[in-house]
Every structure is written in structure tokens, then in C-alpha cells.
């Protein structure tokens, strides 16, 4: 499968720490994204970093990508309650052109 | 801008029936997409139209198919349907299509098969 995986399946942390989860996939990309869903909802747009750049940065989170090791990983810093989420990096791969979705990640921030 | 609409939000319908589902991308995107997002698949992509022509197609059977209006608007079909469509649908919308790939989302109609 073309499918992301990622890791870890759960977090849960405590307000203002943070939290940082992890993606991996398996073919050559064009793009990486992370998407936020809150329960039973649209999916929304957090990042895009393109598969020539190494971190991205966003208000408090902070993406890292590694082509090499075909991987990706998103910090939340100084997680707050309403980060509390699905998150999922999403890819585009090269001749391909479709948003292929990880799992997700279910991140709970306890107050 | 509008955010992307999709109608219903939600169905519930009998095995063997069909159900149309609708979405409304943000205004000028032209590409729009369809996933479908069940706790044992995940999300999954179904196809996506660009200027009325399906450009690209998921792995689904042909029971399921979609159409794309002048306007850009776009319709997704499921016919005969399975006690296994139960989901949610999630509708995107893109600028363009191609790279880069960002994806609006609308807030998905949620299908129930009994």
C-alpha cells in the first residue's frame, strides 16, 4: 500500500507541553501536508512542505521532512485543549495525482 | 470566501438503495475531490474532477461515481448500496490540479446503511 503510517496511533499529554508525532511513507513525494480533524468533521489544511525542503514553520507547529528516510514529523508546541484532534500528514506522489492519508494520530491535551 | 459545502450532512438509507451526495467547492477552485473515511480504512480517495472530467479514480467498484457541473459543483453517486458504505464523505476542493496539492475540506456527509 502507498498509505502512510503513523505514529504513534494515540497521544496524550498535558496542556503546554508538546506533542509531536511522526509519518512515514513509501514512495518518492511531491508534498507532504498535515491535516487537523476534529471529531466527525472536515479535515483542516495545517502545513504544506515540499518534498525540496527540509522544515517548515507554522505559528506553533513545526514540520520536518527527510527524504531520505521517508519521513515526516509535526510538533505542536505548547499544546493547549482545542488541539486536542486527529492529525494526519497526507501525500502526493510523484505521477500521481491523488492525496494518499496516513492513519492519523488521535491527540489528546488534557488540561 | 465560502468554505466548501456539502449536502446533506446526514443520510440514512437501506441496503440496495442509491444516494446522491453533493458539494459546493469554494468559489473559482475548479478541482474537486472525494474521499471516503471509515474507522477501519481510514481515508481513502475516491476521484477527482477537474473542468467536468475525472482526472484521477480510487480503488472503489464501479457502484461508485461522481460527476462534475459547469460550475464546477460535483456529485458523487453510490448505487446498490452495501451495509459496508457507511461513512463518512468528504469533499475537497483545489485551485487547480496538480502540484502542489492542497486540499480544502467541506465538513463531510455522514452516510448511514442499515
Known amino acids: 500500500s502507498q498509505q502512510g503510517e503513523e505514529d504513534p496511533q494515540a497521544l496524550s499529554i498535558q496542556e503546554g507541553e508538546n506533542a509531536t508525532m511522526n509519518c512515514s511513507y513509501k514512495?518518492?513525494?511531491?508534498?507532504l501536508q498535515w491535516y487537523r480533524q476534529n471529531s466527525g468533521r472536515g479535515l483542516v489544511h495545517l502545513i504544506l512542505?515540499?518534498?525540496?525542503?527540509r522544515e517548515k514553520h507554522s505559528g506553533r507547529l513545526r514540520v520536518t521532512l527527510d527524504t531520505s528516510k521517508k519521513s515526516s514529523s509535526l510538533l505542536i508546541t505548547a499544546s493547549r485543549a482545542a488541539d486536542t484532534a486527529s492529525y494526519f500528514c497526507?501525500?502526493?506522489?510523484?505521477?500521481?495525482?491523488?492525496?494518499?492519508f496516513g492513519q492519523g494520530t488521535r491527540l489528546t491535551i488534557n488540561p | 470566501k465560502a468554505g466548501v459545502t456539502q449536502t446533506p450532512r446526514y443520510l440514512i438509507k437501506t441496503r440496495g438503495q442509491q444516494v446522491t451526495l453533493s458539494c459546493s467547492p469554494i468559489?473559482?477552485?475548479?478541482?474537486v475531490s472525494w474521499y471516503q473515511q471509515t474507522p477501519g480504512q481510514g481515508l481513502q480517495f475516491l476521484f477527482e474532477?477537474?473542468?467536468?472530467?475525472?482526472?484521477n479514480k480510487g480503488n472503489f467498484p464501479g457502484r461508485f461515481s461522481g460527476r462534475q457541473f459547469s460550475n464546477s459543483r460535483s456529485e458523487m453517486n453510490v448505487s446498490t448500496l452495501e451495509l459496508g458504505d457507511s461513512a463518512l464523505y468528504l469533499c475537497?476542493?483545489?485551485?487547480?490540479?496538480?502540484?502542489?496539492?492542497?486540499?480544502?475540506f467541506g465538513p463531510g456527509t455522514r452516510l448511514t446503511v442499515t
Open positions: 475537497a476542493s483545489s485551485p487547480l490540479s496538480g502540484n502542489p496539492y492542497e486540499q480544502y
Open positions: 514512495t518518492s513525494i511531491n508534498n
Open positions: 512542505i515540499r518534498s525540496n525542503e
Open positions: 497526507a501525500t502526493d506522489f510523484q505521477g500521481a495525482q491523488k492525496l494518499v
Open positions: 468559489s473559482g477552485h475548479r478541482s
Open positions: 474532477y477537474f473542468s467536468e472530467t475525472q482526472r
